[in-house]
């Protein structure tokens, strides 16, 4: 069964950066938006950025300006540049997708910043 898996997760200090990247374990068709989430421990799970097969993004006012989502859309990978880390970035992050009517998640990576 495809999953997708992310990677890049990490131990950062404050004012750090982090490359995220997230990609199908086997193929899938007909991706449509492919976006990051993100949970704290005791909160719910976040909207980070997303973005189009045509490229447009959009992202959640809390990184706007620190974090940039990219996109290979021959490989279906989807990456997240964070910069400018906070302590308050530190959460699992996931990646998301629909493709051909089917919703996939990744298992997630953890992200922590320290002060």
């Known amino acids: 069964q495809v999953q997708l898996v992310e990677s890049g997760g990490g131990l950062v200090q404050a004012g750090g950066s982090l490359r995220l990247s997230c990609a199908p374990s086997?193929?899938?068709?007909?991706?449509?938006?492919m976006g990051w989430y993100r949970q704290a421990p005791g909160q719910q799970r976040d909207l980070v950025a997303t973005?189009?097969?045509?490229?447009?993004?959009n992202y959640a006012d809390a990184v706007k300006g620190r974090f940039t989502i990219s996109r290979d859309n021959a490989k279906n990978t989807i990456y997240l540049q964070m910069n400018s880390l906070k302590p308050e970035d530190t959460a699992v992050y996931y990646c998301?997708?629909?493709?051909?009517?089917?919703?996939?998640w990744g298992r997630g990576t953890q992200v922590t910043v320290s002060s």
């Open positions: 086997g193929s899938i068709f007909s991706v449509n938006t």
């Open positions: 998301k997708t629909n493709a051909a009517g089917r919703l996939y």
């Open positions: 973005i189009t097969s045509g490229g447009s993004t």
